[in-house]
């Protein structure tokens, strides 16, 4: 998982409630066994319409997604947020994140930022109106912020949370910085036991 510490980027609007996983990225891409080669589904029936916005050529190369609330619902398929990643973003923005998609956001490095739904709308109307609005994201201060329309405010995420952020921390990295106890612990279990190898 990349580290990150802080995101300064212009943000696409999805101004929609309720956008679930299959929406996100349908079903049928999920045939593919590795995490990439998603970015091109991504939003795939939507694309089809010319005046969605991820055809609008000012929002290219956003790296913060701007959402309606319940952003994220649906099946809990991981293969929505590796699309996102994949496609550019590295943050989304809602007033609601559902559940599954909030954790499976930080166990990739998306990072998930719920804020006020008046902020969020502000956020919308902003970015519809500005595409060259830029929002940062500091995870380090745990502030979010659009200086140009007066948005400062605080990135709801506990310490450990940011902490995993920070420094780049997976599942998988969490528990290998504790290989040594764990490799002592193996060492003095029965042989007859079933081991870590």
């Given at each position: 998982?990349r580290?990150?510490?802080?995101?300064?980027?212009?943000?696409?609007?999805?101004?929609?409630?309720?956008?679930?996983?299959?929406?996100?990225?349908?079903?049928?891409?999920?045939?593919?066994?590795?995490?990439?080669?998603?970015?091109?589904?991504?939003?795939?029936?939507?694309?089809?319409?010319?005046?969605?916005?991820?055809?609008?050529?000012?929002?290219?190369g956003?790296?913060?997604?701007?959402?309606?609330?319940?952003?994220?619902?649906?099946?809990?398929?991981?293969?929505?947020?590796?699309?996102?990643?994949?496609?550019?973003?590295?943050?989304?923005?809602?007033?609601?994140?559902?559940?599954?998609?909030?954790?499976?956001?930080?166990?990739?490095?998306?990072?998930?930022?719920?804020?006020?739904?008046e902020?969020?709308?502000?956020?919308?109307?902003?970015?519809?109106?500005?595409?060259?609005?830029?929002?940062?994201?500091?995870?380090?201060?745990?502030?979010?912020?659009?200086?140009?329309?007066?948005?400062?405010?605080?990135?709801?995420?506990?310490?450990?949370?940011?902490?995993?952020?920070?420094?780049?921390?997976?599942?998988?990295?969490?528990?290998?910085?504790?290989?040594?106890?764990?490799?002592?612990?193996?060492?003095?279990?029965?042989?007859?036991?079933?081991?870590?190898?």
């Open positions: 998982m580290q990150t510490t802080r995101i300064t980027g212009r943000a696409m609007p999805v101004d929609r409630a309720n956008v679930d996983t299959d929406q996100i990225i349908p079903a049928h891409w999920l045939k593919n066994v590795g995490r990439t080669g998603y970015g091109a589904g991504l939003f795939e029936a939507w694309r089809k319409d010319p005046s969605f916005v991820i055809n609008d050529p000012r929002y290219k956003a790296t913060i997604l701007v959402a309606g609330p319940n952003f994220g619902s649906g099946s809990s398929r991981e293969h929505a947020v590796w699309a996102l990643d994949e496609y550019g973003f590295r943050a989304v923005i809602s007033s609601k994140l559902a559940d599954i998609f909030k954790g499976n956001s930080l166990k990739m490095g998306l990072v998930p930022v719920e804020l006020p739904a902020v969020v709308t502000k956020l919308l109307r902003a970015v519809e109106k500005d595409p060259s609005l830029e929002i940062t994201i500091d995870v380090e201060r745990a502030t979010v912020e659009a200086p140009a329309i007066g948005v400062r405010e605080t990135l709801r995420l506990d310490e450990f949370t940011r902490t995993r952020l920070r420094e780049g921390l997976d599942d998988i990295a969490l528990t290998l910085r504790y290989s040594d106890d764990i490799a002592r612990f193996e060492a003095k279990r029965p042989g007859w036991l079933p081991r870590v190898s």
